[in-house]
């Protein structure tokens, strides 16, 4: 008769693991200042986190995506978010001391320009890394990354940005 009770508990506890796991969204703006949709950030239980992408307007191809360390996407070339968010760690899945908790796949664009996805961040934080002092920023770049070079994969200009803010 313990069984259920226990289950019940157990049941309450990871419910509530859950409801205060940090979460941060990002609204994502080209550099016309046109709305591409949202990136979602979420720790998990398992304490690796998972992204969610929904956006649209996209250009066509292969990009570079990354969690850029500073929460600003002010500048023209939106170089105002700074580098990767890297941790100790270095740039690229090729890296033997990578990747950065930032770093992630390649991004296929389909011609529709919509992109909708996940994926996880084994390396990252969101309580500690994209809602500390000066925030965190998703970038998406015009080329790709080649996973190696250092700092940032030689994946290209900057196309769209989004700073993110804490999600209850």
């Known amino acids: ?24 969204t990002a609204q994502v703006k080209d550099r016309d200042g046109n709305d591409l949709g949202t990136v979602e950030v ?23 995506i990354h969690l850029h360390e500073t929460g600003d996407c002010l500048a023209p070339d939106f170089k105002s978010a700074g580098g990767h968010i890297a941790g ?16 992630m796949p390649n991004l296929t664009v389909p011609d529709s320009g919509a992109v909708m996805a996940d994926g996880f961040l084994p390396f990252l ?5 994209l ?18 070079s250092q700092p940032a994969g030689d994946a290209g200009d900057r196309i769209a940005c989004g700073v993110f803010e804490a999600r209850q």
């Not at 992204?51 to 570079?64: F, S, V, Y």
């Not at 934080?125 to 890394?129: C, D, R």
Request: glycine share 12%; net charge negative.
């Open 88 to 103: 100790d760690r270095q740039h690229g899945a090729l890296n033997p001391d990578g990747p950065h908790p930032g770093d």
């Open 125 to 129: 934080s969101v309580g500690e890394m």
């Open 42 to 64: 979420q720790d998990t239980p398992s304490g690796m986190a998972i992204i969610r992408l929904n956006l649209k307007g996209l250009p066509p191809g292969n990009h570079a």
């Open 1 to 24: 008769m313990k069984t259920p009770l226990l289950l019940s508990a157990l049941a309450v506890v990871i419910a509530a693991g859950q409801a205060s796991a940090a979460t941060s």
């Open 131 to 148: 809602q500390d002092g000066d925030g965190a920023a998703f970038v998406m770049h015009d080329g790709t990354d080649d996973y190696q």
